[in-house]
């Protein structure tokens, strides 16, 4: 009775926020200047003033051109007192809620992002969670990173039952692309000496046996996979967590890729209810476009501004530092003895030929997961394949990451009309095992050649990934704009990009990709409000860019996220406000009310 009670608060809790929400109207008319304002439209115009109506952009442009608007409007003047403005960052490819697991599940990432140096820190953590866990149940880690580990390898079954053999753990490669089980989870997931190897995964063996390692590839890894579906409470803290994370990052659009029909339900629902605080697009999974299609289950349709279906999501490789991504020429240094070993993909090049030319001629767009570039033939080819059966104008297909693209495949790709969507923070993260370790120093230089895209009139966007990486779009423009990786090394110096053709890569290029450039992605007359004010502008110093703090993120014209003056971590602190210090509202001469941003 007592957890029914529970339940019932939450939900009475839940629909009291809801109608409080929906009551509450719409923010008033501002005008905003004083800083640089990057519009991002087809000029890359740099504005000095902005207004804001209705959750609209009413007026851009001089201060006198926006202030015949003002004189109608009579709005909040916002001084940026030499702070950025720009239109909010739009996710091009990512798994919202992911960032918000570690609400739930035990952190389990090496430094930068957390501090797991070692196995023996990894089972620490893991049995700390077993202390408080009744026995039996589950418990799951995340971001557990081999290349980063002291002990340079992957945990083994064996290890993870130093944590615990009462209960069952599964921990989850920070690539998504392979996972290790203890020997609990294992027997709880009928996995055992005669389970054969799935298509397009691996069940790794103990040496000179048949017996699980505990260490799980690709398609073998749904066991683990099943276990990262939160319900109830715990679905709601994730969602919250990763909300606050993404505006915090100065993100108005979130993507959820490869999204099961049941996640699609959930996403629906919780958006209708206010949980989810900033726009949504939803990629799902072939079985989920499939279930909509005959009307099995509804895609959200109650506001396509909020929460709206987008491209298709497969997946036809692994992950190039999991040494699951498929390539034409050998790992530089092979994962085991086969000096020959390249990888494979995920789903064979026939199979992938039909499921892209079945949803391409049912009018969806595609999103493929390639990271090697022989998975990137096999995704060119079934894309050609599907152009030719069934020629169609602006499908705007996808590649996903497209880390190991060839020059030709670019040209392919040109020919094509598609859209490659770099992972550029790998040149951070993993820049320094790319080079010496998995690509070599060739191969690695041209990952993510963002650079050359632009050079054949390749349209591309630029993303994190998260929960691979944290969702940081200015590390990602950083990143594309620097290539530095985490010794210090330029990786590629002539794939470099500048900071404007990296932030069209997470602003109005992103929302190309996604077929929403005429509603937001630029501060321009009509468009969404939704912007970002940032602590200075990216184009000052573009090595610098990943210091720049995020100081108020604005979807619909509505403050979401407000920096509080504690959290600035800086070297650059803005001048206090000498007219205004407690950003209250006050009545300028001009008889309209303004505040500074504090």
């Known amino acids: 009775m007592r957890g029914r009670r529970i339940i019932l608060f939450a939900i009475v809790a839940l629909l009291v926020v809801f109608f409080v929400a929906r009551s509450n109207p719409r923010p008033g008319a501002k005008l905003y200047h004083g800083g640089p304002i990057l519009t991002m439209d087809a000029g890359n115009r740099i504005a000095e003033a902005v207004g804001v109506e209705n959750g609209r952009i009413a007026a851009v442009g001089t201060r006198a051109e926006v202030q015949a608007w003002a004189d109608v409007a009579h709005p909040e003047v916002v001084d940026l007192e030499g702070r950025a403005l720009l239109p909010g960052f739009i996710d091009a490819h990512g798994h919202f809620p992911g960032a918000g697991l570690t609400a739930v599940f035990v952190d389990l990432n090496s430094p930068p992002i957390s501090g797991v140096e070692d196995i023996d820190g990894l089972v620490a953590k893991l049995a700390e969670r077993a202390e408080s866990t009744p026995k039996a149940e589950w418990i799951v880690g ?32 920070v690539s998504g692309h392979l996972g290790v089980l203890n020997s609990a989870g294992l027997a709880a997931s009928a996995i055992d000496a005669s389970t054969p190897d799935p298509e397009g995964g691996l069940i790794r063996r103990e040496s000179g046996s048949r017996e699980p390692n505990g260490v799980l590839e690709e398609m073998a890894m749904e066991p683990l996979q099943n276990q990262l579906q939160p319900s109830g409470l715990d679905g709601l803290r994730i969602l919250d967590r990763a909300g606050d994370l ?40 072939p079985e989920a476009a499939d279930a909509i299609a005959a009307g099995e289950i509804d895609a959200p349709t109650w506001d396509l501004l909020r929460i709206r279906i987008g491209a298709v999501k497969l997946i036809a490789d692994g992950s190039i530092q999991g040494y699951t991504g498929y390539l034409s020429e050998p790992y530089f240094v092979p994962p085991g003895d086969d000096p020959s070993y390249r990888g494979y993909p995920r789903i064979a090049r026939a199979d992938l030929i039909e499921q892209v030319g079945r949803l391409h001629a049912a009018g969806l767009q595609l999103a493929v997961h390639g990271n090697g570039d022989a998975s990137i033939d096999d995704i060119l080819a079934a894309y050609e394949r599907a152009q030719r059966d069934h020629p169609r104008r602006d499908s705007r297909h996808i590649i996903i990451h497209a880390q190991m693209t060839r020059p030709d495949q670019l040209d392919r790709m040109a020919e094509l009309a598609i859209v ?9 993260y993993w820049g320094d095992r790319h080079r010496n370790v998995f690509m070599g120093p060739e191969r690695a230089a041209r990952i993510s050649p963002a650079a050359s895209a632009l050079e054949r009139g390749l349209r591309f966007t630029i993303h994190a990934d998260s929960p691979v990486v944290p969702i940081e779009p200015l590390r990602l423009v950083w990143a594309a704009t620097n290539r530095r990786t985490r010794s210090g090394f330029t990786l590629g110096p002539d794939e470099r990009i500048t900071p404007m053709q990296a932030l069209r890569a997470v602003t109005i290029d992103a929302a190309w990709q996604h077929f929403e450039e005429s509603v937001k992605g630029s501060i321009e007359i009509g468009k969404l409000a939704d912007l970002v004010i940032l602590s200075r502008s990216p184009l000052e110093d573009p090595t610098r860019i990943d210091a720049i703090e995020v100081v108020e993120t604005i979807i619909g014209g509505e403050t979401m996220y407000r920096r509080a003056p504690a959290e600035s971590s800086s070297p650059w602190t803005p001048e206090p406000s000498h007219d205004n210090a407690s950003g209250a509202a006050q009545i300028d001469l001009d008889g309209s009310r303004r505040r500074t941003v504090q």
């Open 420 to 428: 490659p969507s770099f992972f550029s923070l790998h040149t951070f």
């Open 142 to 173: 995340i971001g557990y990173d081999d290349t980063l580990l002291a002990d340079k390898r992957h945990p083994t079954r064996r290890d993870l039952d130093r944590a615990s053999t009462e209960h069952p753990i599964g921990i989850l490669h």
């Open 246 to 285: 993404y505006l915090k990052n100065g993100v108005t659009t979130a993507q959820s890729g490869a999204t099961t029909a049941g996640l699609i339900q959930f996403f629906d629902w919780a958006a209708w209810l206010g949980l989810i605080p900033l726009r949504l697009i939803v990629w799902p999974v």
